[in-house]
């Protein structure tokens, strides 16, 4: 076979695919909000399975509602599998997670289409409730999948508007009867977005994804008295407020301090009960501590738990913390990485080794098959954010390698 006639993805088609997908909760605004479990979810899971059903996928959906589409459809054999995400933050963009699931799919029909003979099944995959935004830990469906949380754990779980996921999975139709955790695949590749700016600014195409950083998710609940604003003396209040701003403040401080790759953010905050003239009762908040040394992650979850208890005593308030998602730092099977990095390079891509700031599936699969993700640039290392984007020549760029990776590992 020439170069000319080898096979190749289309791009016109995943485009077509990633636009009418982001339809589904577009936000106006060129974002995408597709909480999980919600009905845009079932919506945007709707046009996925059909889409896997048109290419004559057999589709599998597990008991916490993880989808898979495999070829050939009467495949036994563990499959080299792809796939992601299409659950989004409630302000997401349109290619978190869509895109390595899309350009998957669109992988998978390559493949069909050019009649390759595979030495073992394909298969494209949607994890249930990548994000952790309205349900924790993130990388929920994956994290069941490989058998790190009990499925009737995950189905108690509650979520931050009192839905339950069990009941939510029943809702929306997608409890299947495949067992979790599932049949490790024979190997799992991803592809994403970087969501950050390092291949844009060092002018990279692709990204050979070496690992994921640990990831510590706490809910933070401070309890105090409520009282008047106008007659409580200072001296006198013992005040959520307060101690959650302070707080916010000190992991700030303690990140700049640490220097990278530490991060650290206060990304929701809730008072109760929240009015101009009252002291409240009550502050929740969570805090997003991330780094790609275990100890050293550890180490700033013991000084922000020391600091919280050193202000709830001067305060006299209660502190209490709450685990939301715990996540060691995860590195990638070395010759997947050398095979992403090879492959980039042989399209003619500068390619960047890099380690991944956010949270993947690929982190999970990671404890069950050699992994590894390729990440394509992000335009001012931009995402969760309407105006995540990525040019349309790294999109394809980055479909071109998922492809080749995939039917290396299809075909060897
Ligand atoms: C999950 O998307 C995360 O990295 O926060
Ligand atoms: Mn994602
Ligand atoms: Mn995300
Ligand atoms: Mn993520």
């Given at each position: 076979?020439?170069?000319?006639?080898?096979?190749?993805?289309?791009?016109?088609?995943?485009?077509?695919?990633?636009?009418?997908?982001?339809?589904?909760?577009?936000?106006?605004?060129?974002?995408?909000?597709?909480?999980?479990?919600?009905?845009?979810?079932?919506?945007?899971?709707?046009?996925?399975?059909?889409?896997?059903?048109?290419?004559?996928?057999?589709?599998?959906?597990?008991?916490?509602?993880?989808?898979?589409?495999?070829?050939?459809?009467?495949?036994?054999?563990?499959?080299?599998?792809?796939?992601?995400?299409?659950?989004?933050?409630?302000?997401?963009?349109?290619?978190?997670?869509?895109?390595?699931?899309?350009?998957?799919?669109?992988?998978?029909?390559?493949?069909?289409?050019?009649?390759?003979?595979?030495?073992?099944?394909?298969?494209?995959?949607?994890?249930?409730?990548?994000?952790?935004?309205?349900?924790?830990?993130?990388?929920?469906?994956?994290?069941?999948?490989?058998?790190?949380?009990?499925?009737?754990?995950?189905?108690?779980?509650?979520?931050?508007?009192?839905?339950?996921?069990?009941?939510?999975?029943?809702?929306?139709?997608?409890?299947?009867?495949?067992?979790?955790?599932?049949?490790?695949?024979?190997?799992?590749?991803?592809?994403?977005?970087?969501?950050?700016?390092?291949?844009?600014?060092?002018?990279?195409?692709?990204?050979?994804?070496?690992?994921?950083?640990?990831?510590?998710?706490?809910?933070?609940?401070?309890?105090?008295?409520?009282?008047?604003?106008?007659?409580?003396?200072?001296?006198?209040?013992?005040?959520?407020?307060?101690?959650?701003?302070?707080?916010?403040?000190?992991?700030?401080?303690?990140?700049?301090?640490?220097?990278?790759?530490?991060?650290?953010?206060?990304?929701?905050?809730?008072?109760?009960?929240?009015?101009?003239?009252?002291?409240?009762?009550?502050?929740?908040?969570?805090?997003?501590?991330?780094?790609?040394?275990?100890?050293?992650?550890r180490a700033a979850e013991e000084a922000f738990a020391a600091r919280?208890?050193?202000?709830?005593?001067?305060?006299?308030?209660?502190?209490?913390?709450?685990?939301?998602?715990?996540?060691?730092?995860?590195?990638?099977?070395?010759?997947?990485?050398?095979?992403?990095?090879?492959?980039?390079?042989?399209?003619?891509?500068?390619?960047?080794?890099?380690?991944?700031?956010?949270?993947?599936?690929?982190?999970?699969?990671?404890?069950?098959?050699?992994?590894?993700?390729?990440?394509?640039?992000?335009?001012?290392?931009?995402?969760?954010?309407?105006?995540?984007?990525?040019?349309?020549?790294?999109?394809?760029?980055?479909?071109?390698?998922?492809?080749?990776?995939?039917?290396?590992?299809?075909?060897?």
């Amino acid at each position: 076979m020439t170069d000319t006639d080898a096979p190749a993805i289309s791009w016109p088609r995943l485009e077509a695919r990633l636009a009418e997908l982001a339809r589904i909760g577009d936000t106006g605004d060129g974002g995408c909000s597709r909480l999980a479990l919600t009905d845009a979810d079932r919506e945007g899971r709707d046009l996925v399975v059909s889409w896997m059903r048109e290419l004559g996928l057999r589709v599998d959906v597990d008991g916490i509602g993880n989808v898979v589409g495999t070829w050939p459809a009467d495949a036994t054999e563990a499959p080299v599998l792809t796939g992601s995400h299409i659950d989004t933050v409630r302000t997401g963009g349109r290619y978190d997670g869509n895109l390595g699931v899309l350009a998957g799919l669109e992988a998978v029909e390559t493949i069909i289409t050019s009649g390759l003979e595979l030495a073992r099944p394909v298969a494209v995959a949607f994890f249930t409730g990548e994000e952790g935004s309205r349900f924790a830990p993130d990388m929920f469906g994956s994290l069941v999948y490989v058998g790190g949380l009990p499925l009737e754990e995950a189905l108690d779980t509650v979520a931050v508007d009192g839905a339950v996921v069990g009941d939510e999975l029943e809702r929306i139709g997608y409890v299947g009867p495949l067992p979790c955790p599932a049949r490790p695949p024979a190997a799992f590749v991803e592809l994403h977005i970087e969501q950050g700016p390092v291949l844009e600014a060092e002018g990279d195409t692709i990204g050979a994804v070496t690992g994921v950083q640990g990831i510590s998710w706490q809910e933070v609940t401070v309890t105090g008295q409520s009282n008047h604003a106008g007659t409580t003396p200072m001296d006198h209040r013992h005040d959520p407020a307060y101690v959650a701003a302070a707080l916010a403040v000190f992991v700030r401080e303690l990140a700049d301090e640490a220097g990278p790759p530490q991060v650290a953010t206060v990304g929701r905050v809730e008072l109760h009960p929240n009015l101009v003239n009252v002291v409240p009762a009550r502050a929740t908040f969570t805090v997003d501590l991330r780094h790609t040394d275990d100890d050293a992650l550890r180490a700033a979850e013991e000084a922000f738990a020391a600091r919280a208890d050193a202000l709830a005593a001067t305060e006299g308030v209660t502190v209490e913390r709450r685990s939301l998602a715990r996540f060691a730092p995860v590195e990638f099977d070395a010759g997947m990485v050398d095979r992403v990095e090879r492959t980039a390079r042989a399209r003619g891509h500068s390619v960047r080794r890099m380690p991944s700031g956010a949270g993947h599936d690929a982190q999970m699969l990671a404890r069950v098959c050699p992994t590894a993700m390729v990440f394509t640039p992000s335009v001012d290392g931009i995402s969760h954010n309407p105006d995540e984007h990525t040019l349309p020549a790294d999109l394809e760029a980055g479909a071109g390698v998922l492809f080749d990776v995939l039917v290396q590992l299809a075909t060897e």
